[in-house]
């Protein structure tokens, strides 16, 4: 469970237990696989030919031929394999997850090492989640289930903003970012400004500077100065891989991951918009 879900079930007053729960589906789940490894591929193929409630649809280690799949299939899930030509792959994601009436949902996994370190990319661009051991039978079912279940879920009540300031001072606690710091403040307020912008696509630009500059009645100069010594106390005090696994509820491999001020904004905010606005 990641930090923003467990505030997301407070907030809600929803009683769940922590373990996975299946829930039963009207028909069968329809899968297209973007898998490059064909080991990788064929373990993921045998598991989900056992599965009574699932059927893999189609298969594919092309991205060229996956949109062209998903348009003409329809599918309930698309696992994608960030292995791939990850470029095409992520803006593959990107065009599904970003069309109103797509109902397309995205699994990502790596079937190498080296696709790992492109799943912060995937998960903003519009991916439900990152999962490994997808050859694992056990672990396959579980995650196609829970992705599919969250259609049924009620969404959670959208958080104020005074809701959001609460949210965001417990994160900041975890990261270890000392709240006499101006840049706490100036973060926080930076975050909450883009999680709430009408806008797709974050604006971490002079813009929001600005905003922050005339609603902290300072100058940009200060606010870019602030935060960006807040995000290095971040980074230094916790590390790429904890900050991720508290953000994101999960272990990721961060060795060529660069954790800037305007990532962190992205992410966080990002990561609000998926757990309470449904974006």
């Known amino acids: 469970m990641t930090f923003f879900e467990f505030h997301a079930i407070i907030l809600s007053r929803k009683k769940i237990t922590e373990r996975m729960v299946t829930v039963a589906l009207p028909s069968a789940m329809r899968v297209i696989a973007a898998i490059g490894d064909d080991e990788y591929l064929q373990k993921i193929a045998n598991n989900i030919a056992s599965f009574e409630d699932v059927s893999m649809i189609a298969s594919s280690k092309y991205t060229t031929d996956i949109m062209e799949l998903c348009e003409r299939l329809s599918p309930d899930v698309l696992i994608s394999d960030l292995s791939l030509d990850h470029e ?31 799943m912060p990319q995937a998960i903003r661009e519009g991916a439900q989640l990152f999962m490994q ?39 900041f606690h975890k990261l270890k ?59 230094n005090a916790c590390g790429k891989e904890y900050i991720l696994r508290t953000i994101l509820g999960y272990d990721v491999d961060a060795s060529n991951y660069t954790l800037c001020v305007k990532e962190l904004i992205a992410l966080i905010s990002d990561q609000l918009r998926i757990q309470y606005f449904n974006e």
């Open 88 to 118: 095409s792959m992520n803006a593959i994601i990107r065009k599904l997850c970003r069309n109103a009436s797509n109902r397309v949902k995205v699994i990502t996994t790596a079937s190498s090492k080296e696709g790992e370190a492109y």
């Open 133 to 171: 051991n997808l050859d694992n039978p056990r672990v396959l079912y579980d995650t196609l289930h829970m992705v599919r279940s969250r259609e049924a879920e009620e969404a959670p009540e959208r958080p104020s903003k005074t809701e959001l300031s609460r949210i965001l001072s417990e994160l």
């Open 177 to 235: 970012l000392p709240a006499h710091f101006a840049g706490y403040h100036y973060l926080k307020s930076a975050v909450i400004h883009t999680t709430l912008s009408k806008s797709k696509l974050p604006d971490i630009s002079s813009r929001l500077y600005a905003k922050l500059a005339e609603e902290f009645d300072t100058n940009v100069r200060h606010i870019e100065r602030a935060i960006a010594r807040a995000v290095t106390h971040v980074n």
